[in-house]
Nanobody, 127 residues
């Protein structure tokens, strides 16, 4: 049973930083892709950053240079470091996962392609 539990969200001022955590006790990282989506008010869910079973990562253009994925396999925890935050980063951030296969990142942009979702953590960036 895969269970994803996010934490680390909260209010922050523009330019600030946060680190989101996703505890994933049911995940074997060698068998699963894992990452983050977000959903801003009135907008569709957007893929932010993902990592595959081999450790390769993919970031949305909006995240490149500001957000960094990392994982602690021993703790079964995925992290998303958010730096230089902007008001447009305000959203609910969801941890997601799916079994690893040969599907390319470009085919996994849709939220429907991801099997497992956490409950989300709110990030609010004020100007």
């Amino acid at each position: 049973q895969v269970r994803l539990v996010e934490s680390g969200g909260g209010p922050v001022q523009s330019g600030g930083s946060l680190r989101l955590s996703c505890a994933a006790p049911g995940i074997t990282y060698s068998l699963y892709c894992i990452g983050w989506f977000r959903q801003a008010p009135g907008k569709e869910r957007e893929r932010v950053a993902v990592i595959d079973s081999g450790g390769a990562t993919d970031y949305a253009d909006s995240a490149k240079g500001r957000f960094t994925l990392s994982r602690d396999i021993a703790k079964n925890t995925l992290y998303l470091q958010l730096n230089s935050l902007k008001p447009e980063d305000t959203a609910i951030y969801y941890c997601v996962s799916r079994p690893s296969d040969t599907t390319t990142w470009s085919s996994l942009l849709s939220p429907t392609r991801w099997n497992y979702w956490g409950q989300g953590t709110q990030v609010t960036v004020s100007s």
